[in-house]
T-cell receptor, first 114, second 115 residues
Protein backbone atom coordinates (compact mmCIF):
# COMPACT_ATOMS: atom_id res chain seq x y z
CA UNK A 1 0.00 0.00 0.00
CA UNK A 2 1.09 3.51 -0.64
CA UNK A 3 1.39 6.19 2.00
CA UNK A 4 2.80 9.67 2.49
CA UNK A 5 4.32 11.12 5.65
CA UNK A 6 4.81 14.83 6.10
CA UNK A 7 7.07 15.63 9.03
CA UNK A 8 5.91 18.66 10.97
CA UNK A 9 2.31 19.77 10.97
CA UNK A 10 3.51 23.37 11.32
CA UNK A 11 6.67 25.01 10.00
CA UNK A 12 7.50 28.63 10.85
CA UNK A 13 10.12 30.65 8.96
CA UNK A 14 11.07 34.29 8.74
CA UNK A 15 10.42 36.22 5.57
CA UNK A 16 13.42 35.76 3.29
CA UNK A 17 14.51 32.52 4.93
CA UNK A 18 14.79 29.10 3.31
CA UNK A 19 11.62 27.04 3.22
CA UNK A 20 11.98 23.27 3.62
CA UNK A 21 8.88 21.08 3.85
CA UNK A 22 9.49 17.36 4.22
CA UNK A 23 7.67 14.53 2.49
CA UNK A 24 8.50 10.83 2.59
CA UNK A 25 6.57 8.24 0.67
CA UNK A 26 6.07 4.55 0.73
CA UNK A 27 5.34 2.76 -2.52
CA UNK A 28 5.99 -0.72 -3.85
CA UNK A 29 5.89 0.56 -7.42
CA UNK A 30 7.47 3.66 -8.99
CA UNK A 31 5.40 6.57 -7.77
CA UNK A 32 4.08 9.78 -9.15
CA UNK A 33 4.59 12.55 -6.59
CA UNK A 34 2.85 15.88 -6.24
CA UNK A 35 2.94 18.97 -4.06
CA UNK A 36 -0.24 21.00 -3.74
CA UNK A 37 -0.82 24.30 -1.93
CA UNK A 38 -4.13 25.19 -0.28
CA UNK A 39 -5.01 28.69 0.93
CA UNK A 40 -7.72 29.01 3.60
CA UNK A 41 -11.17 27.97 2.39
CA UNK A 42 -9.89 27.38 -1.12
CA UNK A 43 -9.22 24.42 -3.36
CA UNK A 44 -5.85 22.86 -4.08
CA UNK A 45 -3.38 24.30 -6.55
CA UNK A 46 -0.64 22.13 -8.04
CA UNK A 47 2.83 23.46 -7.25
CA UNK A 48 4.85 20.77 -9.00
CA UNK A 49 4.91 17.09 -9.86
CA UNK A 50 7.37 14.28 -10.46
CA UNK A 51 6.47 11.54 -12.89
CA UNK A 52 9.62 10.32 -14.63
CA UNK A 53 12.87 11.84 -15.83
CA UNK A 54 14.72 14.65 -14.09
CA UNK A 55 14.70 14.23 -10.34
CA UNK A 56 14.88 17.96 -9.59
CA UNK A 57 11.49 19.42 -10.39
CA UNK A 58 10.79 23.14 -10.61
CA UNK A 59 7.33 24.44 -9.92
CA UNK A 60 5.40 27.65 -9.67
CA UNK A 61 6.08 30.52 -7.28
CA UNK A 62 9.80 29.66 -6.99
CA UNK A 63 9.28 26.24 -5.39
CA UNK A 64 11.22 23.13 -6.32
CA UNK A 65 11.46 19.56 -5.07
CA UNK A 66 13.93 16.74 -5.50
CA UNK A 67 12.94 13.10 -5.88
CA UNK A 68 15.38 10.91 -3.98
CA UNK A 69 14.58 7.27 -4.50
CA UNK A 70 17.23 6.02 -2.07
CA UNK A 71 15.69 8.14 0.70
CA UNK A 72 12.07 7.74 -0.50
CA UNK A 73 11.75 11.50 -0.16
CA UNK A 74 10.31 14.40 -2.13
CA UNK A 75 11.04 17.47 -0.02
CA UNK A 76 9.78 20.88 -1.11
CA UNK A 77 12.09 23.91 -0.96
CA UNK A 78 12.09 27.60 -1.73
CA UNK A 79 15.20 29.74 -1.26
CA UNK A 80 13.44 32.80 0.14
CA UNK A 81 10.03 32.82 1.83
CA UNK A 82 7.44 35.49 1.08
CA UNK A 83 4.51 36.41 3.30
CA UNK A 84 2.21 35.22 0.51
CA UNK A 85 3.63 31.68 0.86
CA UNK A 86 1.76 31.18 4.13
CA UNK A 87 -0.64 28.32 3.41
CA UNK A 88 -1.21 24.58 3.82
CA UNK A 89 1.07 22.36 1.76
CA UNK A 90 0.04 18.83 0.84
CA UNK A 91 2.27 16.13 -0.55
CA UNK A 92 0.57 13.35 -2.51
CA UNK A 93 1.50 10.11 -4.22
CA UNK A 94 -0.23 8.09 -6.88
CA UNK A 95 0.55 4.88 -8.63
CA UNK A 96 1.73 4.42 -12.20
CA UNK A 97 -0.64 1.49 -12.63
CA UNK A 98 -3.80 3.18 -11.34
CA UNK A 99 -3.00 6.82 -11.29
CA UNK A 100 -6.48 8.02 -10.57
CA UNK A 101 -6.09 7.91 -6.80
CA UNK A 102 -4.08 10.51 -4.97
CA UNK A 103 -2.93 9.55 -1.48
CA UNK A 104 -2.36 12.72 0.49
CA UNK A 105 -0.12 13.36 3.46
CA UNK A 106 -1.57 15.06 6.51
CA UNK A 107 -0.31 18.46 5.38
CA UNK A 108 2.10 21.08 6.70
CA UNK A 109 0.97 24.57 7.62
CA UNK A 110 3.65 27.10 6.64
CA UNK A 111 3.76 30.26 8.75
CA UNK A 112 5.89 33.18 7.54
CA UNK A 113 7.00 35.70 10.15
CA UNK A 114 7.67 39.29 9.08
CA UNK B 1 -9.93 27.86 -19.65
CA UNK B 2 -8.08 25.90 -16.97
CA UNK B 3 -10.63 26.31 -14.26
CA UNK B 4 -12.90 24.02 -12.30
CA UNK B 5 -15.89 25.89 -10.90
CA UNK B 6 -18.11 24.81 -8.03
CA UNK B 7 -21.44 26.13 -6.82
CA UNK B 8 -22.54 27.09 -4.31
CA UNK B 9 -19.54 28.36 -2.34
CA UNK B 10 -21.37 27.84 0.95
CA UNK B 11 -24.36 25.68 1.82
CA UNK B 12 -26.23 25.27 5.09
CA UNK B 13 -28.83 22.52 5.25
CA UNK B 14 -30.92 20.64 7.74
CA UNK B 15 -30.81 16.90 8.15
CA UNK B 16 -34.09 16.45 6.26
CA UNK B 17 -33.21 18.67 3.30
CA UNK B 18 -32.26 17.64 -0.20
CA UNK B 19 -29.63 19.74 -1.92
CA UNK B 20 -27.11 19.40 -4.74
CA UNK B 21 -23.54 20.52 -5.31
CA UNK B 22 -22.45 21.36 -8.82
CA UNK B 23 -19.06 21.18 -10.51
CA UNK B 24 -18.13 22.25 -14.03
CA UNK B 25 -15.01 22.14 -16.18
CA UNK B 26 -14.40 23.08 -19.81
CA UNK B 27 -10.91 21.67 -20.25
CA UNK B 28 -12.10 18.57 -22.12
CA UNK B 29 -11.17 16.37 -19.18
CA UNK B 30 -12.77 12.94 -19.10
CA UNK B 31 -12.19 12.09 -15.45
CA UNK B 32 -13.92 13.93 -12.61
CA UNK B 33 -13.66 13.43 -8.86
CA UNK B 34 -15.41 14.30 -5.61
CA UNK B 35 -13.35 14.69 -2.44
CA UNK B 36 -14.40 15.42 1.12
CA UNK B 37 -12.11 17.45 3.35
CA UNK B 38 -12.65 17.84 7.08
CA UNK B 39 -11.00 20.67 8.99
CA UNK B 40 -7.22 20.28 9.32
CA UNK B 41 -7.29 16.99 7.39
CA UNK B 42 -6.24 16.10 3.85
CA UNK B 43 -8.88 15.50 1.17
CA UNK B 44 -10.43 12.03 1.02
CA UNK B 45 -11.56 10.59 -2.29
CA UNK B 46 -15.29 9.85 -2.53
CA UNK B 47 -16.11 9.14 -6.19
CA UNK B 48 -14.42 9.00 -9.57
CA UNK B 49 -16.17 9.32 -12.92
CA UNK B 50 -14.42 8.28 -16.09
CA UNK B 51 -16.08 9.06 -19.43
CA UNK B 52 -19.30 9.92 -17.59
CA UNK B 53 -19.46 6.54 -15.91
CA UNK B 54 -18.95 5.94 -12.21
CA UNK B 55 -15.74 3.98 -11.89
CA UNK B 56 -14.87 4.36 -8.23
CA UNK B 57 -17.06 4.63 -5.13
CA UNK B 58 -14.95 4.71 -2.01
CA UNK B 59 -17.65 3.09 0.16
CA UNK B 60 -19.50 6.38 0.51
CA UNK B 61 -22.90 6.29 2.31
CA UNK B 62 -25.92 6.31 0.02
CA UNK B 63 -27.04 9.70 1.34
CA UNK B 64 -24.43 11.02 -1.12
CA UNK B 65 -25.45 10.39 -4.72
CA UNK B 66 -23.17 11.48 -7.57
CA UNK B 67 -24.30 12.19 -11.10
CA UNK B 68 -22.40 13.03 -14.27
CA UNK B 69 -24.93 14.38 -16.82
CA UNK B 70 -22.23 15.12 -19.41
CA UNK B 71 -18.48 15.32 -19.77
CA UNK B 72 -18.33 18.86 -18.34
CA UNK B 73 -20.67 18.56 -15.39
CA UNK B 74 -20.56 16.67 -12.13
CA UNK B 75 -23.22 16.85 -9.44
CA UNK B 76 -23.37 15.56 -5.90
CA UNK B 77 -26.90 15.08 -4.58
CA UNK B 78 -27.29 15.24 -0.82
CA UNK B 79 -30.16 13.80 1.20
CA UNK B 80 -30.68 13.13 4.91
CA UNK B 81 -27.17 14.19 5.83
CA UNK B 82 -25.74 14.07 9.32
CA UNK B 83 -23.90 16.88 11.15
CA UNK B 84 -20.66 14.91 10.78
CA UNK B 85 -20.98 15.33 7.00
CA UNK B 86 -20.15 19.01 7.42
CA UNK B 87 -16.95 19.58 5.46
CA UNK B 88 -15.39 21.20 2.42
CA UNK B 89 -16.39 19.27 -0.70
CA UNK B 90 -13.86 19.52 -3.49
CA UNK B 91 -14.33 18.65 -7.12
CA UNK B 92 -11.40 17.86 -9.39
CA UNK B 93 -10.86 16.84 -12.98
CA UNK B 94 -8.06 15.30 -15.03
CA UNK B 95 -7.48 14.38 -18.66
CA UNK B 96 -8.03 10.69 -18.15
CA UNK B 97 -8.36 8.41 -15.18
CA UNK B 98 -5.31 6.35 -16.05
CA UNK B 99 -3.22 8.90 -17.92
CA UNK B 100 0.52 8.91 -17.36
CA UNK B 101 0.60 12.53 -16.29
CA UNK B 102 -2.64 12.57 -14.36
CA UNK B 103 -2.60 16.06 -12.94
CA UNK B 104 -5.82 16.77 -11.11
CA UNK B 105 -7.22 20.29 -11.26
CA UNK B 106 -9.24 21.25 -8.19
CA UNK B 107 -12.16 23.61 -7.78
CA UNK B 108 -12.46 26.05 -4.87
CA UNK B 109 -14.83 23.79 -2.99
CA UNK B 110 -18.26 24.05 -1.39
CA UNK B 111 -18.30 24.60 2.37
CA UNK B 112 -21.20 22.47 3.65
CA UNK B 113 -22.72 22.83 7.10
CA UNK B 114 -25.36 20.34 8.24
CA UNK B 115 -27.46 21.48 11.18
Amino acid sequence: AQSVTQLGSHVSVSEGALVLLRCNYSSSVPPYLFWYVQYPNQGLQLLLKYTTGATLVKGINGFEAEFKKSETSFHLTKPSAHMSDAAEYLCAVSRMDSSYKLIFGSGTRLLVRP
Amino acid sequence: DTEVTQTPKHLVMGMTNKKSLKCEQHMGHRAMYWYKQKAKKPPELMFVYSYEKLSINESVPSRFSPECPNSSLLNLHLHALQPEDSALYLCASSQERLAVNNEQFFGPGTRLTVL
